[in-house]
């Protein structure tokens, strides 16, 4: 005879009212949606845009929205356009968001990911969401808006390739003060090399704390101490620091106990004002380089095209840029994929990203049991033994 954990079939219960809960607001979104969508034609029926009068119209509508549902006027413009573009070029977005089958959160990615398609194609708009809808009913939001960035670049390559052209002649540096003595220095420039310089600065902080814990010397002592080149978490150290501060007749050295993010900012600060850190002497820091993940077309690397390249997870990027990474890089893993834009093999051997995806998500789930699937799916069992299909990031084949 079976027996049943009741703490598990309560478990069960709570997410199945959630779900149900979340698709119920997703439906009155829907409709929500729909209302301003109605709000901004009105506006349209009544005064033509460019006519005399439009813009005085156009403020009293958007003041009439904030102020009725309290909310700011940046928040009221945001809601009336998605409702107006539901309304008017996503009827397939609209009716996933009345069934629940997607968030609000979704219905509003998709919208601004379409930016780049002209407004008046009315078949690149169906084309898109043949595309993106069926991954953002599968998938969560921010895994959904990669994927709808790459599907717009899809549809509408030569305008998504001119757009990044003229966005980079916006990058700037940029410092903003805030509370308590401290302020953000922002820096707009190319998504590659942002991601490249965060994955720079996270690598030279690592080296640093492996460097500090060798230097210290015997302070990771006993049989669950970690081994030699293994990353610790932040809140490993901080379990290993508290242990250190009880056991003071070993006179230990202090360790470094800022996190992650406070090595990053120091490291970056750092770099900046004195190009080079003063944080590691003598440690190999111009030995640490940057990765990041590239996918470019081989005809658009020779230059036959201009198809958009694509970071990976994050969307379309400038093709000229994409291609001087290529001319610099040290390795290059190619791609095969198939007619559905599936990786099919590589002609190199390197850690697959299934492989990455099932070491993250083992670390992170607790008690699930992953069975992996032909074609990179990965079925996970939860503790209540249900299932749950994780497919590997989609690709979007640039034609």
């Keep these: 005879m079976a027996i049943i954990d009741p703490h598990l079939v309560r478990s069960d219960e709570i997410v199945d009212r959630c779900r149900e809960i979340d698709r119920r607001i997703a439906a009155l979104e829907a409709e929500k949606s729909a209302l301003l ?25 958007f003041a009439e929205v904030s102020a009725g549902l309290r909310i700011s006027r940046a928040a009221a413009v945001r809601a009336l356009a998605t409702g107006w573009s539901l309304n008017d070029r996503f009827p397939m977005t609209r009716a996933a968001l009345a069934a629940g089958e997607i968030s609000l959160r979704h219905a509003v990615v998709i919208v601004q990911a379409a930016a780049p398609l002209d407004l008046a194609d009315v078949d690149a708009h169906h084309r898109y969401e043949e595309l ?5 009913v599968a998938e969560t939001a921010p895994r959904a808006e990669a994927f709808a960035r790459s599907a717009s670049a899809a549809v509408a390559p030569q305008s998504t390739t001119e757009r990044h052209r003229r966005a980079r002649a916006d990058r700037q540096v940029r410092v903003t003060d805030v509370d308590d003595g401290m302020a953000w220095l922002e820096i707009l420039m190319p998504s590659p090399l942002a991601h490249a310089a965060q994955d720079r600065l996270t690598a030279i902080a690592r080296q640093l704390r492996l460097t500090g814990d060798a230097e210290a010397g015997g302070a990771f002592q006993g049989p669950h101490a970690p081994q030699a080149g293994q990353e610790l978490s932040d809140d490993d150290r ?39 850190t003063d944080l590691m ?32 997870g994050h969307g379309p990027i400038d093709v000229d840029l994409a291609r001087r990474l290529a001319a610099t890089a040290d390795v290059w893993d190619r791609l095969f994929l198939d007619a559905r834009g599936m990786l099919t093999r590589t002609d190199t051997y390197a850690p697959t990203e299934r492989m990455r995806r099932f070491l993250r998500a083992r670390d992170q789930r607790w008690r699930w049991h992953a069975i992996p699937q032909p074609g990179g799916i990965i079925e996970w069992i939860s503790p209540d033994g249900r299932t749950y299909i994780d497919e590997p990031p989609r690709r979007v084949q640039f034609v």
């Design 37 to 61: 969508g109605a709000r901004v034609q009105l506006l349209l029926d009544e005064v033509p845009p460019g006519a005399d009068g439009f813009e005085s119209a156009e403020r009293s509508m």
């Design 281 to 312: 002497p003598e440690s190999g820091i111009d030995s640490v380089r940057a990765t990041v993940q590239v996918t470019i077309a081989a005809p658009t690397l020779t230059g036959a095209d201009d198809r958009p390249a694509e970071l990976d």
């Design 132 to 136: 993106v809808v069926p991954c953002a």
């Design 238 to 276: 901080r379990r290993w620091a508290l242990f250190a501060s009880m056991a003071e007749d070993l006179q230990e050295p202090a360790r470094d106990t800022r996190s992650l993010d406070e090595m990053r900012a120091d490291i970056a600060t750092d770099l900046l004002l004195a190009s080079d």
